[in-house]
């Protein structure tokens, strides 16, 4: 084993149950799960909704030969069978998290975009396939894994920023509003968390006996190791408090147990994502079929 070819790959699952139940019971049964359909391709960061009585689920998909996150869709009917598939967005930068949020009967997109150095908020123009971009979230603020929830009438924001020395699994920031599409403002407590278990954002906030559950990464021993659940005690404009009261351990798929970095609620389902650490050689070739595929419009203008 050489631990210089590691590749993570992820997996997605459909858990059918309840966030607040599959918190307290991490049930490894009943479990849908979605599988990368080729070597080294991976599905992650899945967000749902259900419409016309279908579950729509938008997932970063990768594949290492290009090396860049682009967000696909996998439908299901009731009874978690997949009925379609296809792909959703791409950039010229790499694209992950595509978090889901319905607001007044649309539907709207965050996803991850830092690269690019901004945040941007996508409506779906014609649901599922088309989106376009409505507004920039904070002006040239890089999120990364924003994660949104409406509570006491307001929006609160979370999220990660890049940096050295990994600051994107060690710091949590909030920002809040208003209203969903403008007026966003830094938490002054920002950043409100410091620390590589819980600080990333990992999944959809959620709501048990009135307070906000964040998951949260804890990247102590791996990236994306496990999720823990920040219960927020205290929220206001210029006080934050949290304690951790849970985790979900990577035990859930017996191929892919070495990390889960998503916990995403979707009413009667939750959907999670878990790798599996790949150590086979090829993974350099992969490598050499991307540099050359870099180069080949250059020569061949040459």
């Known amino acids: 084993m050489n631990k210089n070819n590691k590749t993570d790959i992820w997996a997605i699952g459909i858990v059918k149950n309840t966030i607040a139940n599959f918190i307290k019971n991490n049930n ?32 970063e998909a990768l594949d290492y030969r290009i090396k860049k996150g682009e967000i696909d869709c996998f439908v299901f009917d009731r009874e978690l069978k997949k009925i379609d598939f296809f792909h959703v967005l791409s950039n010229k930068v790499h694209l992950s998290y595509p978090f889901i949020v319905e607001h007044k009967n649309k539907i709207y997109m965050i996803p991850e975009s830092s690269q690019s150095g901004k945040t941007y908020i996508y409506e779906a123009t014609n649901f599922p396939k088309d989106w376009k971009i409505v507004t920039e979230v904070m ?12 509570f006491q009438e307001r929006w609160w924001l ?11 699994m060690k710091e949590l920031h909030i920002a809040f509003s208003d209203n969903f599409l403008s ?6 407590k920002n950043p409100v968390i410091t620390g590589i278990e819980n600080s990333r954002p990992g999944g959809t906030p959620f709501i048990i006996d009135n307070l906000i559950h964040l998951p949260v990464q804890n990247c102590k021993k791996t990236y994306g190791g496990e999720i823990n659940i920040l219960q927020i005690i205290n929220l206001t404009e210029d006080t934050f408090n949290a304690r951790m009261v849970g985790s979900i351990k990577p035990y859930l798929n017996k191929k892919y147990s070495d990390g889960l970095h998503t916990l995403s609620e979707c009413k009667s389902v939750t959907l999670i994502d ?27 203008k040459i």
């Open 28 to 59: 490894k049964k009943d479990i849908v799960w979605i599988y990368p359909k080729k070597s080294y391709q991976f599905y992650a960061d899945p967000f749902g909704v259900w419409k016309d009585d279908k579950l729509y689920i938008f997932v």
């Open 139 to 150: 002006k040239n603020v890089p999120m990364i894994d924003p994660s949104i929830i409406k």
């Open 158 to 168: 979370f999220y990660s920023l890049p940096g050295p020395n990994g600051r994107a």
């Open 183 to 188: 007026g966003y403002k830094e938490h002054p």
């Open 274 to 300: 878990c790798k599996n650490h790949d150590f086979s050689s090829k993974r350099k070739w992969i490598n050499w079929q991307r540099r050359l595929g870099r180069y080949i419009p250059f020569i061949l």
